[in-house]
């Protein structure tokens, strides 16, 4: 059985960091890609990150290049991101999910089938 569990968020100040992990189970953690959504209220789900497990290739959303990394430790089979100078609208609830395909193709983000709960975090101003 696949799982993936978000944890790391929280209530931080703009300007801060946090660092969210999305440990994984049940698969082949090279075979597939991961990536981070969020959903921000009265708005859509939208994808913040992802990796490519087999070679760590990546994709960010343009708000947020420069300021989150993705990363993997294969050995943990735990994917990270890693959150620097937040701010206000960074607040969304964040999941990460599972991509069978393995590969990363910027607008297709319908073959991620797994997912995990969700880790909410609030940036305050």
Do not use: H
Request: charged share 20%; proline share 3%.
């Amino acid at each position: 059985e696949v799982q993936l569990v978000e944890s790391g968020g929280g209530l931080v100040q703009a300007g801060r960091s946090l660092r969210l992990s999305c440990a994984t189970s049940g698969f082949t953690f090279v075979d597939y890609a991961i990536g981070w959504f969020r959903q921000a209220p009265g708005k859509e789900r939208e994808v913040v990150s992802c990796i490519r497990l087999s070679n760590k290739s990546t994709y960010y959303l343009d708000s947020v290049k420069g300021r989150f990394t993705i990363s993997s430790d294969n050995a943990k089979n735990t994917v990270y991101l890693q959150m620097d100078n937040l701010k206000p609208e960074d607040t969304a609830v964040y999941f990460c999910a599972a991509d069978p395909s393995g590969t990363i193709v910027p607008g297709v983000w319908s073959w991620y089938e797994y997912w995990g709960q969700g880790t909410r975090v609030t940036v305050s101003s």
